[in-house]
């Protein structure tokens, strides 16, 4: 090929050369990058200076502790490289250029930093670099009305694009921010969130919820206290106060941080705790893991037309004080209904009517606990129920169990049963099917204790597992579930 010092198109240089900074370059968008630099002594150069400067900012924004990030630059893939070490170096280049670039291809990026300052040349000029071209790394949807956000940029420039870098305001509702990975997150107001690029967010304060499509794990959302790394799943992560609350819905996280205690050769070793589907922790600025007991799909207070009315559960908490016990109750206001999901550490059990006939009806809309369904045999187990007025308190006992003293003493049989569709784990081993009566693998009665005023109901641990299978061995149940009703509507 016969190549030009200066036929190329240097903007498109620019803008590619930025793009692979920012790991947003297509194979088609590196394959014209690699022929650009192959065509040109000037575009080598250019496309030198431009990741540089990238390096240098990365540098002084992040500080030492960033180095051995940049030296794993994007901007210095194995095929560039290549192409810059094969392709000849125009007699034009500049000595601190060339030198700066030797450099990063050989990854000693310090060096190349301290060269600038201390090879007795001028410092470089930079100012002709132009600012990056901007690419979009996702979109914002507003998910109520009345919600208001902004970016900070200059103009007041505030579009539903998102760009690398951009700082999202969550003054007021909520919203949807959706990246080109397609991992979604849902942001509640108030709350400040970084997109550092398309697979990494810093929370600096607020509460998201995140859901991670297969084919994008490594998804990372950062704060002061901990970085959680996502392995497949749908998490929330929380900041306040100089902590961080981590919850898990479903699929596995890890949560990284540095040790206050432990030290290596190169400073504070990494930790990195593993959390499952049902676990719930807060991690503190000191790095203290502390489990959260309950989680709740809405504020306590639940605005209406009226003013702010307080939510009929006002908590729940248990006695397990067991060493790694992770597992909430989750409370889903008005969330009982039809293949709505029974427990928060199964992915398939679904609450469903026995019969086509569907679920007793005063249950539908229901304040749902959803239980965690590896507590079903914990002998000791005390649940305090805190209500904020008077209620029907509903209890979903599995069939397959004794009645225990606790609930024959404060409840009474209603005679009605629901459904288990255990999905997954159950029957055929599928996806749980749609609608009541359906693939129902057990049945569990429902008992019920009306309390006339707002105070606190205990409820005790699962019955013992009645029936054997065919070698003497104890079939498995499940957890009860726990369902509140205000007690004027019930």
């Known amino acids: 090929m016969t190549e030009s010092p200066r036929e190329f198109d240097e903007l498109r240089l620019r803008e590619l050369s930025l793009a692979r900074c920012n790991e947003l370059l297509s194979e088609v968008e590196l394959?014209?990058?690699?022929?650009?630099?192959?065509?040109?002594?000037?575009?080598?150069?250019?496309?030198?200076?431009?990741?540089?400067?990238?390096?240098?900012?990365?540098?002084?924004?992040?500080?030492?502790?960033?180095?051995?990030?940049?030296?794993?630059?994007?901007?210095?893939?194995?095929?560039?490289?290549?192409?810059?070490?094969?392709?000849?170096?125009?007699?034009?280049?500049?000595?601190?250029?060339?030198?700066?670039?030797?450099?990063?291809?050989?990854?000693?990026?310090?060096?190349?930093?301290?060269?600038?300052?201390?090879?007795?040349?001028?410092?470089?000029?930079?100012?002709?670099?132009?600012?990056?071209?901007?690419?979009?790394?996702?979109?914002?949807?507003?998910?109520r009305d009345g919600s208001h956000w902004s970016f900070g940029r200059p103009g007041g420039d505030n579009t539903d694009a998102v760009h690398p870098g951009d700082t999202l305001w969550l003054k007021r509702g909520a919203l949807e921010l959706r990246l080109i990975t397609d991992t979604s997150m849902h942001v509640e107001a108030p709350a400040i969130v970084q997109v550092l690029s398309k697979d990494r967010v810093r929370l600096i304060n607020g509460n998201i919820k995140v859901d991670v499509p297969d084919g994008a794990e490594g998804f990372a959302v950062e704060s002061d206290s901990v970085e959680v790394i996502d392995l497949g799943t749908s998490f929330s992560v929380g900041v306040a106060d100089e902590q961080t609350d981590v919850v898990v819905f479903e699929g596995e996280v890890n949560l990284k941080l540095q040790s206050k205690t432990r030290k290596g050769k190169n400073g504070p070793e990494q930790v990195v705790r593993?959390?499952?589907?049902?676990?719930?922790?807060?991690?503190?600025?000191?790095?203290?893991?502390?489990?959260?007991?309950?989680?709740?799909?809405?504020?306590?207070?639940?605005?209406?037309?009226?003013?702010?009315?307080?939510?009929?559960?006002?908590?729940?908490?248990?006695?397990?004080?067991?060493?790694?016990?992770?597992?909430?109750?989750?409370?889903?206001?008005?969330?009982?209904?039809?293949?709505?999901?029974?427990?928060?550490?199964?992915?398939?059990?679904?609450?469903?009517?026995?019969?086509?006939?569907?679920?007793?009806?005063?249950?539908?809309?229901?304040?749902?606990?959803?239980?965690?369904?590896?507590?079903?045999?914990?002998?000791?187990?005390?649940?305090?129920?805190?209500?904020?007025?008077?209620?029907?308190?509903?209890?979903?006992?599995?069939?397959?169990?004794?009645?225990?003293?606790?609930?024959?003493?404060?409840f009474e049989d209603t005679g009605d049963d629901v459904g288990i569709d255990q999905g997954f784990t159950g029957g055929t081993g599928g996806p749980p099917s749609i609608g009541p009566g359906k693939s129902i693998e057990h049945r569990m009665n429902v008992w019920k204790q009306v309390v006339p005023q707002a105070g606190e109901v205990l409820l005790g641990p699962n019955g013992e597992v009645l029936r054997k299978d065919y070698r003497g061995t104890s079939v498995r149940a499940n957890m009860y579930g726990i369902v509140a009703v205000p007690l004027a509507a019930d």
């Open 274 to 410: 593993h959390f499952h589907t049902g676990d719930a922790v807060r991690v503190s600025s000191d790095g203290t893991f502390s489990r959260i007991v309950e989680v709740r799909d809405s504020p306590i207070g639940i605005e209406n037309d009226e003013g702010v009315e307080e939510a009929l559960i006002a908590s729940v908490k248990d006695n397990n004080v067991r060493e790694d016990h992770w597992k909430f109750y989750h409370i889903v206001p008005g969330g009982m209904d039809e293949d709505v999901l029974a427990f928060v550490d199964r992915r398939g059990h679904q609450w469903n009517g026995a019969t086509q006939a569907g679920m007793p009806g005063y249950l539908i809309g229901g304040d749902l606990v959803r239980t965690f369904n590896d507590d079903k045999a914990t002998d000791d187990l005390v649940i305090r129920l805190q209500l904020a007025e008077p209620a029907t308190v509903y209890v979903l006992l599995d069939e397959r169990v004794s009645r225990p003293a606790w609930l024959i003493e404060s």
């Open 31 to 143: 394959e014209e990058l690699s022929a650009i630099l192959r065509s040109s002594a000037e575009a080598r150069r250019n496309f030198r200076e431009l990741t540089a400067v990238h390096a240098q900012l990365g540098w002084e924004r992040g500080g030492k502790d960033t180095v051995a990030s940049l030296l794993d630059s994007p901007c210095l893939e194995e095929s560039l490289q290549l192409e810059l070490q094969r392709a000849p170096v125009a007699a034009t280049t500049p000595t601190w250029s060339l030198a700066l670039s030797l450099c990063l291809l050989v990854g000693v990026l310090g060096a190349g930093l301290l060269f600038w300052h201390n090879a007795g040349q001028p410092e470089p000029q930079l100012s002709h670099v132009t600012p990056p071209i901007t690419r979009t790394v996702g979109t914002i949807a507003a998910l």
